[in-house]
């Protein structure tokens, strides 16, 4: 059998190649790889690019701090918001109580008078005029009876007996405006007396004769000629409206945190757990309320008067 001839030779052209050249390099790969460790380790013993680069970092991380802080103050405190009168009420809601004498304007005397008007807060569920009215029976009950036999009776003893009246129910009645004082109550009733002024304050059935509706959001009744449909007659006051329900952890939350900052508030951790869980709570009502409510004056009127700002609603809240 003759000698196979290869296929190239036999048809008279060249053997052809098409797989590519190796790429030449000037050094070897591990001589590339010394040459840029050598070149990192002189950049990092150069004491100028070392300077350099801590310069860098320093500027910014500086910077970070300080965009850090502007947002921080932008969306304000999560927990206590801005203060406001109304907030710094809550911390001092019994005030000072003063009982009124009945007995005449110019026998009064310092620390025996009570203000009539009925949004002076009073515990026991009592209002300054039912204490009043009271006061004014039992100082009648009270009085001594002058004899029907005018003949026999010392006018002395008479006076003296209406001196001494005067002065224990003076006694009585400064004894009664230490019970009913909320600066003497529990903490539990200046938790109920803050939420009746919550109740009174962002009530609607107070806030709608002030303040003025939402606008409509059906097209069709945005024509001044169509009416908004009539609404159910409130029974009572508003107790469930989500500004009241608000109001209302917002004075819970301004005490559990005055309670944590204390020495003891600390090592609290029951108490840390419910102001989460209020601060939260709060979190949902107010995204929803500002979805309902965005631009209206109860929303205003709410943000306003409680100090609260975005970082009480907006983005994630850590405590």
Known sequence: MPPRIPVAPRLGVAKLCLRPAPAVSSYPISWTANVATMAQRRKHKDPYALAQAK?????????????RKERKEALGDPVRGISTPFLESFDNVGGSTTILDVTSSSSSKEGTQIKTADDVLLNHFLKPS??????????????????????FQDPMLEEEDKKK?????ARATAALARIVSLANASQKDKTRANIRRCIETFGRHKTDLTLRPRAPLNPEHQDGNSQM????????????SSEVQIAILTAKIRVLANQLEMPRGKKDKINKRNL?????KRQKL?????RKERGSDRW????????????????????
């Open 276 to 280: 989460r869980v209020l601060v939260h």
């Open 165 to 169: 009246h005067i002065e224990g129910h």
């Open 130 to 151: 039912e204490l009043e009215e009271s006061i004014k029976h039992s100082y009648a009950l009270s009085e001594p009876v002058p004899a029907s036999i005018r003949d």
């Open 286 to 290: 107010l995204k929803y309320l500002r």
């Open 55 to 67: 310069q860098r970092k320093d500027a910014n991380m500086a910077r970070q701090e300080i965009l």
């Open 229 to 240: 449909p009539e609404k159910t007659p409130r029974a009572g006051p508003d107790t469930g």
């Open 300 to 319: 205003r009127h709410l943000v306003e008067t409680l100090g609260l700002t975005e970082g009480t609603w907006k983005g994630e809240i850590s405590l």
